[in-house]
């Protein structure tokens, strides 16, 4: 079955420097890959998302980029801020109904102010 | 729209007891997914269901778990005779039917504290 690898599972940056985590998923069939973001005691919430048939993806001072040949995705914050500090988990989905998601092991950003 | 329900939010429950755990899902979502979060890892699939049918229960255990989502009311994530390591954040996510989106809309999960 699909299994997400996520790395690093911790990260710590300054207030304003960027932030990437990486994933890569072993299902060549992936074709739906969301980030959440939870908070601590709080349910994920989406963050950005991105589809097979786009490499790159951009919401404000968020970007996903997607290499299908290499099977890897990525998140990349920028101008990192105290109050995205969180865990952010990736996830990958093969089926045609999205939500039955495999997540990976999560990772947890901390900016420092 | 109210979002994906769950309740209770927190149960404690002695070991042996049965937990119940309920989702309703968004209005005009029919299908359902309960993940399990143990304390500081990441979500794991464990069932998926649409009204009155298990699609895809993969990632159950193989004993003392069950779901279901009836014609009518939320879907219900049963625990038999709860051991210690059952304590986790359990959270149903809803999404409509397939062809329309395909977001995955959390509810704020279940802690389950077993003593």
């Known amino acids: 079955g699909e299994n997400v690898e996520q790395h690093p599972s911790t990260l710590s940056v300054q207030e304003g420097d960027s932030a990437v985590i990486k994933c890569t998923y072993s299902d060549s069939a992936s074709n739906y890959f969301p980030w959440y973001k939870q908070e601590l005691g709080k349910r994920p919430q989406l963050i950005i998302d991105?589809?097979?048939?786009?490499g790159e993806k951009k919401d404000q001072r968020i970007a996903v980029t997607l290499n299908k040949t290499a099977k890897h995705f990525s998140l990349h914050i920028t101008e990192t801020q105290p109050e995205d500090s969180a865990v952010y988990f990736c996830?990958?989905?093969?089926?045609?109904?999205?939500?039955?998601?495999?997540f990976g092991q999560g990772t947890t950003l901390q900016v420092k102010p | 729209n109210a979002g994906v329900m769950q309740n209770p939010r927190h149960l404690v429950r002695r070991r042996g007891q049965e937990a119940r755990l309920r989702c309703s899902p968004m209005k005009g979502h029919s299908h359902v997914y309960w993940y399990r979060q143990l304390p500081e890892e990441g979500l794991k699939f464990m069932v998926y269901l649409q009204k009155e049918n298990i699609i895809d229960e993969s990632g159950m255990p193989k004993e003392r778990f069950s779901a279901e989502f009836p014609k009518e009311g939320p879907s219900i994530l049963r625990i038999q005779q709860v051991v210690r390591g059952d304590s986790a954040a359990y959270f149903c996510a809803s999404s409509p039917p397939a062809g329309r989106s395909t977001e995955a809309f959390f509810g704020q999960g279940t802690r389950l504290t077993v003593v």
């Open positions: 991105i589809r097979s048939n786009v």
């Open positions: 996830a990958a989905s093969s089926s045609s109904n999205t939500g039955k998601l495999i």
